[in-house]
């Protein structure tokens, strides 16, 4: 089984690291939506679930006032992996995955739909 720190040297061998701090990693990915350059934080941290070790990963989204939390809470009904929840003033998109038989190749895949989950939920959400 993967450890966090195995998953922080892979997130520092393979992409561009924002912040090294000892309980999370941040990153700035970059990528083109809707025909326009967007770059999308994403924390990734240690978490636990179902009582085991897993990896926490979240990108913020857009501040909670701006959105109806009804419109926020219908949206997660439409996600394949993760979900949208509110960390401190703003709507994240966060998804948690067990350590227990994670591959490199899943935590990249993770990595890049939270962000770019997070990105898309930002320019499509109807604003109150």
């Known amino acids: 089984m993967a450890t966090f720190d195995d998953i922080r040297e892979h997130i520092k061998s393979r ?32 978490a636990t679930a179902l009582g085991k070790p897993a990896v926490l990963m979240w990108s913020d989204i ?3 006032d701006r959105v109806p939390h009804k419109v926020a809470l219908q949206r997660n009904a439409t996600f394949e992996l993760g979900g949208v929840a509110i960390s401190a003033d703003l709507y994240v998109f966060r998804v948690v995955l067990p350590l227990d038989g994670l591959s490199l190749d899943t935590l990249d895949s993770a990595m890049v739909y939270v962000a770019r ?12």
Do not use: N
């Not at 941040?26 to 809707?34: H, K, N, Q, R, V």
């Open 117 to 128: 989950e997070a990105a898309r939920l930002r320019e499509g959400i109807p604003l109150s």
């Open 15 to 46: 992409y561009k690291v924002a912040m090294d701090e000892p309980g999370w990693v941040g990153l700035a990915f970059s990528f083109t939506l809707d025909g326009r350059e967007v770059v999308q934080r994403e924390r990734v941290e240690p």
């Open 62 to 64: 857009i501040s909670h």
